[in-house]
């Protein structure tokens, strides 16, 4: 296993959870030796437990040496960093760099496994690189949810396997005997796009029902009912119909502008993509014109308006902040002129990457004292259960935007606030 981020650490921790033995490569020897002791800092359900277990049976080791990990090794995985480069296009820098880096060192009839999300015709890429006839390159994309992670590779609902040698796609297949999932056998060509699309699909839901919430919001609908009744249809699905601050993290951002620069790259016109990733543009840069509008006395500006916001993570149950939708609001607040106090229940130590943006507080109460507004930017159940009573005596005026429709409105309006969410009618104070 090549790399140790969310995925390469899921995907070894659970494959010797299913008996296989797994050694773990990373450059970073500090984190290595982490690892070797069972410390492990990204947040994730039963990962650490599953460390510790493989460690205690000798089926996972870690190294800091990626030549000395793959010397006697039957399949080799690349878990690497692939963000978006210049042009939104997938940077490969990593994976070719490995590439070349384990080249000699790989031992006759493996196989290497592009497990990174990366553009149509890496597969082939990456095989000229080897320059291996004897070594295959498959295809296998991940489909983890970060906070689901362990649960979503335990509980596959699909398995997906590509490559120009079925041997070999078989091979990679079978490490996840066991697992009760459909198998999808392809080309690698198929296997890399199915990636893509899934992320992009998801993505378009997600803008759909921003889109949705803001028609509800002309109408006065309320958009959990529409969505309600509409997501009981099979055909659509409830899952990821779901309004908020606009969608982000880790993979649906660089993945739908890697998809846009490939279709333009091919001269395949692609309208929806690109209206995918504009109307989430939109709809953040609409949100903050809502706050701008509530908080300013109509000159537009935030200038030295002090504004609170719980939650920075890009969803909950993560630490991660990675093209987070909430560091994308603050930092419109922030080009208007507000001062921002935030709070994060994941984020306990202090950021100086957030330094020049935010003052990062240690509960959310010092987040909110004397604020103008608060923002819900990250949907942590905990800001649900506040003593919003207390808070509103903290506040410096009662206005609370809820952008994960996660409060209950009529709970803050006996404590004296405003709530106003996403595609709903705010429940004004008496």
């Known amino acids: ?43 994730e359900p039963r990962l650490p437990e599953l460390v510790r277990e493989g460690l205690d049976l000798g089926r996972l080791e870690f190294v800091p040496d990626t030549r000395a990990a793959v010397a006697d090794a039957d399949v080799v995985f690349l878990c690497l960093p692939t963000p978006m480069g210049v042009g939104g296009a997938a ?9 070349d880096q384990i080249r000699d060192e790989l031992p006759h009839g493996s196989v290497v496994v592009n497990k990174s999300t990366v553009p149509v015709g890496t597969a082939e890429r990456v095989a000229a690189l080897l320059d291996r006839p004897d070594v295959a390159v498959v295809s296998n994309p991940e489909f983890l949810r970060e906070g689901y992670a362990v649960r979503d590779f335990l509980h596959p ?26 198998l999808v056998l392809t080309d690698a060509a198929g296997a890399e796009l199915a990636k893509y699309a899934a992320n992009f699909f998801l993505a378009m839901k997600l803008s759909f029902a921003n889109n949705l919430a803001t028609l509800c919001e002309h109408f006065g609908a309320d958009v959990d009912h529409v969505l309600a009744g509409i997501g009981h249809d099979p055909r659509i699905g409830s899952a990821f119909l779901r309004p908020g601050p606009g969608w982000g993290g880790s993979c649906l951002p660089k993945d739908t502008h ?82 921002l106090h935030a709070y994060d229940p994941a984020l306990t130590e ?24 608060c923002l819900v930017l990250t949907e942590w159940p905990e800001f649900r259960d506040l ?13 609370v935007y809820d952008f994960r429709n996660l409060l209950d409105p009529e709970r803050l309006r006996r404590a004296g606030l405003t709530c106003e969410g996403i595609g709903r009618t705010p429940a004004m104070a008496s």
């Open 350 to 373: 202090t950021r100086p990457d957030l330094s020049d943006l935010l003052t990062l507080a240690d509960t959310p109460e010092a987040a909110l004292r004397g604020a103008r507004a």
């Open 157 to 182: 609902d699909r398995i997906v396997v590509g490559a120009a040698d079925q041997d070999a796609a078989r091979r990679v297949a079978g490490l996840y005997a066991g697992l009760d999932a459909p």
């Open 1 to 43: 296993m090549v790399g140790t981020g969310y995925v390469g650490l899921t995907t070894g921790a659970c494959l010797a959870t299913l008996g296989h033995r797994v050694v773990c490569a990373d450059t970073d020897r500090h984190k290595v030796e982490r690892l070797r002791r069972g410390e492990v800092d990204i947040l």
């Open 258 to 339: 890697a998809l846009l620069t490939i279709c333009q790259e091919s001269g395949v016109d692609f309208p929806l993509l690109g209206a995918t990733i504009e109307t989430n543009v939109e709809h953040q840069r609409r949100l903050v014109e809502r706050v701008v509008a509530g908080c300013t006395p109509g000159d537009g500006s935030l200038h030295g308006v002090r504004l609170a916001v719980l939650g920075l993570a890009f969803k909950a149950g993560t630490s991660d902040l990675r093209d987070s939708p909430a560091l994308a609001i603050a930092r419109l607040l922030k080009e208007r002129g507000a001062e």
């Open 91 to 99: 940077d490969l820098a990593a994976v070719e760099a490995v590439a």
């Open 387 to 399: 003593d919003w009573e207390h808070i509103a005596g903290l506040l410096g005026s009662p206005h």
